[in-house]
């Protein structure tokens, strides 16, 4: 037997000599960590937190769009968040929920292009890897009881078709022409769902204008939503990022609002 080349029945060598151990392969980001399990910690809640993201798909590309405004429970604490990000020349990417946890896998993200930009073996990682490899991740760490409190919006062009997926901080995931993470789920969706029956082959402008109405329509609605967002377009001829842009308001009908008796 291989393993006993160097060795015999009494004293075998080191199983997987200068090898990772197999534990690590369990335990995102891949370093085995031992420690007592009376000082573990868990993450019981988000700390700092961004709101709805949005993705929509058109006739040959995609687009995701979110505010820049990171909540510390009902304060508008930062409002400089980024949330939106090129992943490559096919990918981008966005992210609400706990900003720390997206900061963390951003990075993460990153030097996984980074090694792949070194092979310089003329492939790229492509938006369903990226999609399917965020599932293992958030399902690997919700196992521990130590999930990452986020829900990703991951879009793409792949077999020079769009590509639009989600993750949640579950490992939940699922495809679609348009998708919408947080409140944006009950509010935007629903906006989304009835312009899509009505354009189904819809253009990069048509998209980009009905973005910006979710993104209104939210900010009139949800409490944690700001005026200022980022849009992020992928098309066959590249990646564009744009922002922060505003949303436009009119409160004239605010002295009509009245409180309840």
Known sequence: MAALSNGDWYSPIQFWRNGPAPGSFYNFPGKLSITDSHLAQRSQAPITTGTSVLGITFDGGVAIAADILGSYGSLARFRDCPRVMKVNDN?????????ADFQYLKDVIEQK???????????????????????????NRRSKLDPFWNNFIVGGMQDDEPFLGTVDKLGTAYLDRHIATGYGAYIALPLMREEAEKKPNMTEKDAHKLLVKCLQVLYYRDARSFPKFQ?????RDGVRVEGPLNVEQNWEVAHLVRGYL
């Open 91 to 99: 990918i981008i990417l966005g992210a609400g929920g706990d900003y």
């Open 113 to 139: 292009i980074l090694e792949e930009e070194c092979l310089d073996d003329g492939f790229s990682l492509k938006p369903r890897a990226l999609h399917c490899w965020l599932t293992r991740v958030m399902y």
């Open 231 to 235: 849009l992020a377009t992928l098309t």
